[in-house]
């Protein structure tokens, strides 16, 4: 934005409401409409959104299969403390409207989340900002303000049904386009015309968990919610000179794959058709707790003592010509040793070399520039690497920050993978028995080919993109 006569620019704040509410006000996938959609008008004369300041607000209630019944305090019912509120959130979609079609749709948006959070804040950022808009918070220590009963009633969960009013968030939305560091232009003439925004909230079965979740049938509802728009006005000779010139508007867009794997050493591989590639986020969860009630849909898994991983296209190694390693299965021998000792497996792996790379890809920057993340070397507000698969999914135990990621370009044009196959080897221990962080069993931690240990993947891929706006017309290049 130019900046050269600020006083032709003022900045405003726009609240709205969705312009699908529902007599009640109330969204959910069960009790009220599933999906949330709010209109930002185009504007004759040039009008910038601020996406990063963007907010959603409102109160999220978590109540029993009656609706009316609070979940009780004692029972094992949770959200996910990474996720918090976007827990709830599916697909967020943004839409030009002068362009009419979809500018960005962000799938699997609950997982992607998390791992963004996780490695661009550290344990101040959640415990404060992220605690009080998003509902988020580290894994350890629980303090339980994620579970339901405790947040949306009060201190007891004993508050009488009339006065249940639910917890208050406001939250960001972390689409590409909306946290690209770029003003969007609404305006008719030299914008995208106004844009629209969709929200598509998740089922139950994939929201609140834990081990009474399934038998309290736990849902939840969002109310009162209203969409805040920081926009600056532009006036005078510098609204004249944006409307007679072509605007160039870069962004980025996040696009997820999903699949699974169930052997130890297991390649993911096909053609994007996107051609220009900044960076690839990768999560992992074991297959069968999606739509499991009992268990954290929104956990980033810890899928197993990690050997290895290698990133490839067309087979060759890229961008980095050597495999990352690690040493975890030799720590986790040595930690198991002393069966005696229930911790004696806080042994912090050497993950170094993978964590360092995925790091680069969540900030789109270089490890260098990287100050702020949640795997601490002494800490477990991100849970520790070393342990099984399923660390993490009941709620109790502390969950993890772990992803597997690769940065292929932080300042340039991306990497072409339009017509190209992206590939990704990954080499796990096949039989290893590690011990759980808490627990004097062992507990086998492997891919053994069924069913029951398979891990499913979800990519998230960052793509630059461009808009080029005029009086004359608006066109995207992807």
């Not at 502390?398 to 597997?404: D, E, I, K, Q, V």
């Not at 062992?442 to 891919?447: I, M, Q, R, S, T």
């Amino acid at each position: 934005m130019n900046t050269s006569n600020l006083s032709d620019i003022k900045k405003r704040f726009l609240q709205l409401h969705p312009v699908n509410a529902s007599s009640g006000g109330q969204y959910s996938f069960r009790g009220g409409l599933p999906i949330i959609k709010f209109d930002i008008s185009a504007s004759e004369m040039p009008l910038l959104l601020d996406g990063g300041e963007l907010r959603i607000s409102g109160k999220l209630s978590c109540r029993k299969g009656d609706g009316t019944t609070a979940l009780v305090a004692t029972e094992n019912n949770f959200i996910d403390g990474w996720a918090g509120i976007n827990q709830f959130i599916d697909i967020v979609t943004v839409s030009s409207k002068r362009l009419n079609t979809v500018i960005e749709r962000v799938s699997q948006y609950s997982r992607l989340v998390p791992s963004l959070t996780s490695g661009l804040n550290d344990q101040s950022d959640y415990e404060m900002s992220l605690a009080h808009g998003d509902l988020q918070h580290s894994t350890i220590p629980l303090t339980r303000h994620g579970i339901s009963a405790l947040n949306a009633f009060n201190d007891s969960g004993a508050v009488a049904a009339g006065a249940q009013k639910g917890q208050d968030f406001s939250c960001q939305l972390y689409t590409g386009v909306l946290q690209s560091g770029q003003m969007i232009d609404l305006s008719n003439s030299s914008g995208v015309g106004g844009l629209v925004i969709e929200i598509l909230l998740k089922s139950d079965a994939n929201c609140v968990f834990g081990s009474n979740a399934a038998t309290d049938q736990a849902t939840y509802n969002l109310s009162d919610l209203v969409l805040t728009v920081p926009v600056y006005e532009m006036h005078g000779g510098s609204a004249q000179a944006r409307q007679s010139q072509v605007n160039a508007f870069s962004f980025n867009s996040w696009q997820s794959m999903f699949q699974t794997i169930n052997s130890s050493t297991s390649v993911v591989a096909f053609t994007p058709g996107l051609s220009r590639v900044a960076g690839v986020v990768s999560n992992y969860i074991t297959a069968s707790d999606l739509g499991n009630q009992n268990f954290n849909a929104c956990r980033l898994g810890n899928i197993g003592e990690l050997q290895a991983v290698r990133w490839a296209k067309n087979g060759a190694l890229f961008p980095l010509n050597f495999r990352a390693e690690t040493v975890e299965q030799q720590n986790n021998n040595t930690a198991k040793q002393l069966v005696t000792d229930n911790a004696s497996n806080h042994i912090y792996s050497v993950r170094a070399e993978p964590l360092r790379y995925g790091l680069e890809a969540v900030s789109t920057d270089r490890d260098a520039l990287n100050h702020k993340c949640m795997n601490a070397y002494s800490g477990w507000s991100a849970g520790c690497i070393d342990r099984d698969q399923n660390a993490g999914r009941d709620g109790i135990s502390p969950g993890s920050a772990n992803t597997l990621s690769i940065l292929y370009d932080a300042y340039g044009a991306g990497v072409n993978f339009s017509n190209t196959v992206w590939s990704s080897e990954i080499n796990i221990s096949g039989q290893n028995q590690l011990r759980v962080n808490d627990r004097p069993t062992v507990l086998a931690n492997n891919l053994d080919g069924t069913a029951a240990t398979a891990q499913a993947i979800v990519m998230y891929f960052l793509s630059k993109n461009t808009i080029m706006m005029s009086s004359q017309g608006i066109d995207m290049q992807r």
